[in-house]
């Protein structure tokens, strides 16, 4: 048997396709800002694009750029500024900052209501109490992807290798709000594979080339790899490539999950507007 792939290039140009329009209909303009500090390479090329992304989709966009060894403040002042200006919908500070700043301070400094990566504590604190809010974009984009292929999740063991902040913990809070029993293993977990065995909905984000072997796969299971592990011999995700033969259902790294990320950032940012304009309406009347 060889898993079916989740093709996550086309269902992310698909949903990019369907953003432009809902943006055309929406009528005023939607701009996206972003803050990119130092000169980590590929966080170059994620924010390049991010801004080529939001210009296809008729979404504008800010790129501020700051000097690795810019203070902290210089960067407060800047998310205080972009807060305060209503031509911005959406701030965007991309991570890793530089190790003299303190990433919690940074990302609480934005305001929730433009907050589209959905890292500020009152956004992960709605999605821990099932609440609307602004979710981060990669588990948005899985939680797509497992909805167009149809897998099913009410009752069902999902299992979440990863407990960071961007991806393992909103992911399995999403799937937890779907009833699925959820366990999250990380990096302490005593016996991975007598975890991940048990998974229908196996979701890997670690960052580790060919952690999850065919041996800790349940045949059949959909198997998700958020990984991207950028090696000279190229791109990697979390899961060994034998696992195809095992899984019903697999993302390939790469054209999996990466490019539903954009996908779902663009989504968030039009929402962000949507919201934003009915709050100023209601609050006006
Ligand atoms: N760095 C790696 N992933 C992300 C992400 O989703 N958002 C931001 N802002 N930075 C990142």
Redesign the pocket.
């Known amino acids: 048997m060889t898993a079916v792939p989740i093709d996550g290039k086309t269902l992310a140009l698909r949903v990019r396709e369907e953003i432009s329009e809902d943006v055309a209909a929406y009528g005023d303009p939607v701009c996206l800002a972003t803050i990119l500090v130092g000169d980590d390479p590929a966080?170059h090329v994620?924010v390049g694009s991010k801004h080529k992304a939001s210009h296809e989709a008729g979404i504008d966009s800010r790129d501020h750029r700051l000097p690795a060894d810019a203070p902290q403040s210089e960067v407060l002042d800047l998310i205080a500024a972009l807060n305060a200006d209503d031509g911005v919908d959406g701030i965007?500070?991309?991570?890793?900052l530089p190790g003299h700043m303190d990433e919690p301070t940074v990302l609480r400094a934005v305001d929730p209501a433009k907050d589209v990566?959905g890292?500020h504590p009152l956004n992960a604190g709605l999605l821990y109490l099932d609440q609307p809010a602004l979710t981060?974009?990669?588990p948005s984009g899985v939680m797509v992807m497992l909805d167009e292929y149809g897998v099913e999740l009410h009752g069902k063991e999902a299992v979440v290798i990863g407990r960071s902040e961007?991806v393992g913990k909103p992911m399995a809070m999403m799937l937890l709000a779907r009833h699925a029993t959820v366990t999250i293993c990380h990096s302490r977990t005593q016996d991975l594979a007598q975890h991940t065995r048990r998974a229908d909905v196996l979701v890997a984000a670690v960052g580790r080339r060919a952690l999850v072997t065919p041996d800790m796969v349940k045949p059949g299971a959909t198997v998700i790899d958020v990984a991207m592990v950028r090696t000279d011999e190229g791109l990697f995700g979390d899961v060994d490539p034998g696992v195809w033969e095992v899984a019903g259902l697999m993302t390939p790294v790469p054209g999996g999950v990466g490019p539903m990320?954009i996908a779902m950032l663009l989504r968030n940012t039009l929402t962000a507007a949507q919201r934003r304009r009915t709050a100023v309406a209601t609050s006006g009347s």
């Open positions: 966080s994620y965007l500070v991309q991570l890793p990566d890292f981060p974009a990669t961007i990320t």
